[in-house]
Each structure stands twice: as C-alpha cells, then as structure tokens.
C-alpha cells in the first residue's frame, strides 16, 4: 500500500521535497519503495545539484578540481570526505573551496593533514593533487587519528610511526614506523612527480592494502597488512604556501 500511495507523487512534486531534507533523510526515502529510490539514484537529478549548489562553495563548482566527478551526487560525496579543518597542524588551513590545503611558510616545522572520514570496511578511492613546490619533502598516504600532525624539522612526518604509510613524492620511497620500506615504484629510473600530476589512492580495507595510481598507470601495491583500524587519507608537508587538494572518488572502477 505504501509502495502505492509514494509512487503516485509527481517526480516535480518529489524533487522539491527531497530538496529541502537532509542526506540522511534522503537515504531513509530511498528505502521507502522502489520508485523513490530509482528516483534518487539519478545523480544528475535536480535534486542532488541542489544539495550540491546549496552546499558546495562556487569557487569549487566552477574549477577543474572535480573533473574526476561528474555527477552533483558525487561532487557532494566527496565534499563530505575532504580535508578536515579540525584535524590538521596548526600551520594548515583549508582554502574557502573546501578541498585544498594551504600550509604556512613556518620554518622548521613538518605540518599535515587528515580528510574527515576514515575507512574500516570496503574499498576507496581517492585522488591527491600536489599544487605547489614539494620541497625536500612530501608524502602521501593513510594514518590512524593516532598518528602525529605536525613536528619541529623537515621530515618525512608521515610514516614516521606505526600508525601512518606513506610514499615520499621526492625521494620515491615507502615510509611506515619510521623506516624506508624500499624503492616505489618498482621501475627502472622510475619518474619523479610533477607538481600538478593526479595521484591515485586506492586503500582496500578487504584485502587490507594501500596502491597507488598515476595518470591512470597502477603502480602496484605499495604496503600489505594494514591494521584493522579506521584509516585516513592523510599528507605532510615542508614547502611554504604549498597547497594539496584530495576529492574523494568512491569505490575503485575496476569493482
């Protein structure tokens, strides 16, 4: 009966509504019945580029940074997952589009950055771009909430300990419990990143491994063995006014 009733309501009708309640009233109306959720599942609808225009900053909508996400239900999805403002060194801050870090010029200091949801089960991915110099020092990767956000000296910060892993851009070499864990990737005279390339995190909680990706080349498994913990995507910095930008892109393409 219900089922009835709710698949009698105008799409027009529907969208104006759904406009207006939140994402988690969304997903219970997804479950009402099979029309509302075929109705939802179209992430180009008026009703995600609502959401989406309602909560994501222009300066966002308007660049490329989002490229990698064409649907308004994606684009949200990865607001929802970026930098965190309140779980990063005091030397960073997130610039007003919502998905790039911007680290001060403080000398002598390794600064970094989590995102704002960490991952337990399932598969994810994300995309890291390096838009200013590296310095001697830039990685990328994952830490648990334990893992230190700033330290005195310009250091490879993350992967320093047990609770992050991370791919130094600079030097091309894994880092976890403050050792190098070998050369990556594994090439011959394996190029150096360029400011402005996409990095591709691809953290599978199922298998419990960490890979990487560059322009659209998987570059193999970068660490096994991951803990059963919640993991963040995670950077650190030295270079002054240097920015990183992560746009979360959900479940791997290949499953």
Known sequence: ???????????????????????????????????????????????????????????????????????????????????????????????????????????QSTDASRGKIGFRQGRHTWEVIWEGPLGTVA???????????????????????DQSWGWNLVENHLLHNGDAQGGYPLLNNAPKYQVGERIRVILDCDDNTLSFEKNYEFLGVAFRGLPDKKLYPTVSAVYGNTEVSMVYLGPPLDG
Request: proline content about 4%.
């Open 1 to 107: 009966m219900v089922d009835l009733i709710a698949s009698m309501i105008k799409h027009n009708v529907l969208e104006v509504i759904f406009s207006y309640l939140d994402l988690s009233d969304l997903r219970n109306c997804a479950l009402v019945c099979r029309s509302w959720n075929n109705f939802l599942d179209d992430e180009n609808s008026d009703v995600w580029r609502s959401h989406c225009m309602r909560k994501l900053p222009e300066e966002a909508l308007k660049s490329d940074l989002l490229s990698s996400v064409p649907t308004y239900k994606m684009k949200l999805r990865a607001f929802y997952h970026a930098w965190n403002p309140n779980d990063c060194s005091r030397n960073v801050y997130i610039k007003p589009n919502g998905f790039t870090l911007h680290r001060n010029p403080v000398a």
């Open 139 to 161: 990685v990328v990767g994952i830490s648990t909430k334990e893992a230190a956000l700033q330290c005195h000296g310009y250091v490879a910060l993350l992967g320093s300990d």
